[in-house]
């Protein structure tokens, strides 16, 4: 990842590289990894997040082709 320092204005670059590492979910990730997740646990978090994207495709289809 990369972020350019424009005018030696450091503030700046750091919300950019804040808000870049927010949306690549870096922070998620972090966070996730601080404390060890057992092999089921994270085999139930996986699963509700393929329900949770599978329900988002389905609502946006059915926007789109109306059934």
């Given at each position: 990842?990369?972020?350019?320092?424009?005018?030696?204005?450091?503030?700046?670059?750091?919300?950019?590289?804040?808000?870049?590492?927010?949306?690549?979910?870096?922070?998620?990730?972090?966070?996730?990894?601080?404390?060890?997740?057992?092999?089921?646990?994270?085999?139930?978090?996986e699963?509700?997040?393929?329900?949770?994207?599978?329900?988002?495709?389905?609502?946006?289809?059915?926007?789109?082709?109306?059934?």
């Amino acid at each position: 990842m990369q972020v350019f320092v424009k005018d030696n204005d450091i503030n700046q670059a750091l919300r950019v590289l804040k808000k870049k590492m927010q949306r690549e979910g870096s922070f998620r990730e972090m966070k996730r990894r601080r404390f060890f997740e057992k092999p089921s646990e994270r085999r139930v978090r996986e699963q509700a997040q393929a329900m949770r994207r599978h329900r988002k495709a389905m609502r946006k289809r059915l926007l789109i082709e109306g059934y």
